[in-house]
């Protein structure tokens, strides 16, 4: 079986800008967490989906958004990029909500 | 609100010997399973093994266990006969089952180093 893909694998954005960052869940998995990995702040809880619905949220600010789709692929964006944004960004999917997550290898975003 | 406290400084352990990264934490929910996640320097997060709250038995995997101890609130990862791939950060985490909720609370993360 496949594991949790995530792509692009590597951005360079500039300040300003906007980004959208793709998970590919394993499949059957339904659903989708975020994270963002920071040498500062450590691993933090953006937001997670299930059946095309957020079902919760961690403290970022609006500039971070997500959504799912019907075959469980998601997608978060986030707008105006500031430099502290620079950060890898980690996708975890799981069967059911309280499941064991399984982690892509990550997306690691450059704010310039 | 749940914390994870991780505060190991850099770990090493010599290729064969056995090693205890230490994890404590904290929360009011009496209902909540336990992590452990190893990231090599490529970025993954791998899953290592898992524990819950009411599980009588130390979970195992493999070359890994989990000292539970529940009055304590401790998890220590225990990894024996350690390899050269065991070099990597590892990561301890918690979920509390509070109805629908996948959200994963992540301690800092300790580095292990495993020395030939």
């Known amino acids: 079986k496949a594991g949790v893909t995530q792509t692009p694998r590597y951005l360079i954005k500039t300040r300003g800008q906007q980004v959208t960052l793709s998970c590919s869940p394993i499949?059957?998995?339904?659903?989708v967490s975020w994270y963002q990995q920071t040498p500062g702040q450590g691993l933090q809880f953006l937001f997670e989906?299930?059946?095309?619905?957020?079902?919760n949220k961690g403290n970022f600010p609006g500039r971070f958004s997500g959504r799912q789709f019907s075959n469980s692929r998601s997608e978060m964006n986030v707008s105006t990029l500031e430099l502290g944004d620079s950060a890898l960004y980690l996708c975890?999917?799981?069967?059911?909500?309280?499941?064991?997550?399984?982690f892509g290898p990550g997306t690691r975003l450059t704010v310039l | 609100a749940q914390k994870i406290t991780q505060t190991q400084p850099g770990m090493f352990v010599q290729e064969k010997e056995a090693v205890t990264l230490d994890c404590t934490y904290d929360?009011?929910?009496?209902?909540?399973?336990l992590f452990w996640y190893k990231q090599p320097s490529s970025g993954e997060m791998i899953f290592l093994i898992y524990?819950?709250?009411?599980?009588?038995q130390n979970a195992t995997e493999g070359r890994y266990s989990l000292n539970f101890q529940k009055a304590r609130k401790s998890a220590n990862l225990v990894i024996s006969a350690s390899q050269l791939g065991d070099s990597a950060m590892y990561f301890c985490?918690?979920?509390?089952?509070?109805?629908?909720?996948?959200?994963?609370?992540f301690g800092k993360g300790i580095t292990l180093s495993v020395r030939p």
């Open positions: 975890a999917s799981s069967i059911g909500q309280s499941n064991e997550q399984f």
């Open positions: 499949s059957g998995h339904r659903s």
């Open positions: 989906y299930f059946s095309e619905t957020q079902r």
């Open positions: 929360t009011s929910d009496p209902s909540y399973g």
């Open positions: 524990q819950g709250s009411y599980d009588q």
């Open positions: 985490a918690m979920r509390v089952d509070t109805g629908a909720n996948s959200k994963l609370t």
